[in-house]
């Protein structure tokens, strides 16, 4: 995995979650490492709806793969203000562009400062995901 997998403009979760902050919002996605590990994605299923509030750490829906099922965990609190409707049906998005048209949820944050800064940065995400593919 180069440098390049790790974009500077947002904060990681330890689970390979992202959250990049645009105007009032935090886009939630997965990280290039976790579409690596996953392998082609056949499922994004995501529990929850615009309106409903998610808090820091707790499940928001389960990504499927070849390989695997697993859980997506929000990495900050807040309100859902959009959820990515066409992973529904075009789950595979998220591999051909997880930083981007792959995202999954958008939260209204209830404490940015404080829980953002509880994120890693891009250096201590990158230095997270180095030591976890030994």
Known sequence: MSDNDVKDDRKYTKDHEWAKREGNEVLIGITAFAVEQLGDITLVNLDLKA????AAHKGFGTIESVKTLSDLFAPI???IT???AELENKPELVNEDCWGKGWMIAIEPSQWD??????????AYAKHVAESAH
């Open 51 to 54: 309106g409903d509030v998610v």
């Open 77 to 79: 609190s807040g309100k």
């Open 82 to 84: 959009r959820v990515n």
């Open 114 to 123: 404080a829980e953002g800064g509880a994120l890693l940065d891009a250096a």
